[in-house]
T-cell receptor, first 111, second 113 residues
Framework: RKEVEQDPGPFNVPEGATVAFNCTYS??????FFWYRQDCRKEPKLLMS???SGNEDGRFTAQLNRASQYISLLIRDSKLSDSATYLC????????????FGTGTRLLVSP | DGGITQSPKYLFRKEGQNVTLSCEQN?????MYWYRQDPGQGLRLIYY???????QKGDIAEGYSVSREKKESFPLTVTSAQKNPTAFYLC????????????FGDGTRLSIL
C-alpha cells in the first residue's frame, strides 16, 4: 500500500461546479498535512495546510479525518484557473520533517 | 524579492559527466530539501539539510551528493553513478517547526544527451 494515495483523475467539471478530492494516508502517526497545487511543468505551490478542525480559505475547504486516515479538499464555484494537479502531502515523521507526496489528482475545469 | 532560486532551468548531461544544480534561498530558512519528480510519480526525497554543515540522505540518494556550507545555498551534484538522471529536480526550504510547509523553487529539468 502506498503511503499516500490519491485518485489520479482527471476530474472534468464545468465552471461554477463544486468538486471534492480525497486522499488517504497509511501512517497513523502522521503529524501534518498539506494540499499543494501543481501546474503543468511547474513547481508545486502551497494551497493550504490542513488542520484537525478543518479550515477554509475562500473557495477552498480542507478537512482531516484522523480516524479514517484521510484528508479532503473541496473547491466551490470552480474557475478555469483552478485547472491543475492537486497534490496531497503528509508529514509522516516525528523529530524531523519528511513529506510524502501523493501522485496528484488532475482537475480540468471547462467553460 | 525573497524566494528560492534554482539554476539552470534546463540542463543536459553527457555520459560519464557530473553536473551540479544550484539552489539559493534568501528567506533565512534553516531546512532545505532536494526532490526529483518523474512523470506520473510523486516527488521523491533525495537529500535534506536541517542546518548548515549537516545533511542527510533521503529515499533515493544513490548517485547524488550535496553540500551545505552556507545557510542560503544547497547545491546538488548528479554524478555519473546516477544511471537514470532524466527528471525534474525541485529544491525546497522550510522555516520554523516541523508542522510548517515547504516552499519550492521553480525547478531544473535535467536530460541526458
Amino acid at each position: 500500500r502506498k503511503e499516500v494515495e490519491q485518485d489520479p483523475g482527471p476530474f472534468n467539471v464545468p465552471e461554477g461546479a463544486t468538486v471534492a478530492f480525497n486522499c488517504t494516508y497509511s501512517n497513523s502517526a502522521s503529524q501534518s498535512f498539506f494540499w499543494y497545487r501543481q501546474d503543468c511543468r511547474k513547481e508545486p505551490k502551497l494551497l493550504m495546510s490542513v488542520y484537525s478542525s478543518g479550515n477554509e480559505d475562500g473557495r477552498f475547504t480542507a478537512q482531516l479525518n484522523r480516524a479514517s486516515q484521510y484528508i479532503s479538499l473541496l473547491i466551490r464555484d470552480s474557475k478555469l484557473s483552478d485547472s491543475a494537479t492537486y497534490l496531497c502531502v503528509v508529514n509522516t515523521s516525528t523529530g524531523f520533517q519528511k513529506l510524502v507526496f501523493g501522485t496528484g489528482t488532475r482537475l480540468l475545469v471547462s467553460p | 524579492d525573497g524566494g528560492i532560486t534554482q539554476s539552470p532551468k534546463y540542463l543536459f548531461r553527457k555520459e560519464g559527466q557530473n553536473v551540479t544544480l544550484s539552489c539559493e534561498q534568501n528567506l533565512n530558512h534553516d531546512a532545505m530539501y532536494w526532490y526529483r519528480q518523474d512523470p506520473g510519480q510523486g516527488l521523491r526525497l533525495i537529500y535534506y539539510s536541517q542546518i548548515v554543515n549537516d545533511f542527510q540522505k533521503g529515499d533515493i540518494a544513490e548517485g547524488y551528493s550535496v553540500s551545505r556550507e552556507k545557510k542560503e545555498s544547497f547545491p546538488l551534484t548528479v554524478t555519473s553513478a546516477q544511471k537514470n538522471p532524466t527528471a525534474f529536480y525541485l529544491c525546497a526550504s522550510r522555516f520554523g517547526q516541523e508542522s510548517q510547509p515547504q516552499h519550492f523553487g521553480d525547478g531544473t529539468r535535467l536530460s541526458i544527451l
